[in-house]
């Protein structure tokens, strides 16, 4: 499994687009991307998943360079409610085991 | 309803009293997992099941037990608990394997005394 590094915290304001980065140097072939939320006291919740170049939802959008050592999670206007923990992931098709990293604690400020 | 359920949500125990914390999911995945999750060292997985009858060790095993005997559920035993083990748990269920979406249940909360 592909060790993440991310920062562990950012601030930002209501409205603002947030963007959170992920290293992952040693990513495999087969790794994927993936992106979970947490509340305090909740346990993670989905955001995303991608292998390669852009993948958006109706909440995030997940940019992925060429060479994949590193992604970046986009939430457009954050609000409030966006404040939480968010966790980058990588993990073969194949992979068994789950290994969250740090994680980056977000901010939302008015 | 599409969930996963943890039952208790909150329990205080005593130093080796056994307990068991049932987890159970309505979804049919294959895959299910333990997580143990303390201030400063994130989210730690404990066991996890490939599926039924098919259980494996994840990174902080040591002092628990699960079994998986049917698919929908996954209970985490702790044959003698310590005060390190205080901690908030979480179970979670996933399709087939660890790269699938996580669906995770709220939560129980242990203190052992």
């Known amino acids: 499994l592909a060790k993440t590094t991310q920062p562990i915290s950012m601030d930002s304001y209501e409205g603002q687009e947030v963007n959170i980065t992920c290293s992952h140097n040693?990513?495999?072939?087969?790794?994927?991307i993936t992106w979970y939320q947490q509340f305090p006291s909740q346990g993670p919740r989905f955001i995303i998943q991608?292998?390669?170049t852009k993948v958006t939802n109706e909440v995030a959008s997940l940019f992925i360079p060429a060479d994949r050592k590193s992604s970046t999670l986009s939430l457009p206007r954050v609000s409030l409610s966006d404040t939480a923990v968010y966790y980058c992931?990588?993990?073969?098709?194949?992979?068994?085991?789950?290994?969250f990293g740090s994680g980056t604690r977000l901010s939302i400020r008015p | 309803e599409a969930q996963v359920t943890q039952n208790p949500r909150y329990l205080i125990t005593v130093t080796g009293k056994k307990l068991t914390v049932t987890c159970s999911q309505n979804?049919?995945?294959?895959?299910m997992s333990w997580y143990r999750q303390d201030p400063g060292l994130g989210l730690r997985q404990i066991y996890y099941?490939?599926?039924?009858?098919?259980?494996d060790k994840g990174d902080v095993p040591e002092g628990y037990k699960v079994s998986r005997k049917e698919k929908r559920n996954f209970p985490l035993i702790l044959e003698s608990p310590s005060p390190n083990q205080t901690s908030l748990y979480f179970c979670?269920?996933?399709?087939?394997?660890?790269?699938?979406?996580?669906?995770f249940g709220p939560g129980t909360r242990l203190l052992v005394l």
């Open positions: 979804m049919n995945h294959e895959y």
């Open positions: 099941s490939m599926n039924v009858e098919v259980t």
């Open positions: 991608g292998y390669k």
């Open positions: 992931l990588v993990e073969k098709s194949s992979a068994s085991k789950i290994i």
């Open positions: 040693n990513i495999a072939t087969n790794d994927y």
């Open positions: 979670a269920s996933g399709e087939q394997g660890a790269r699938e979406t996580q669906y």
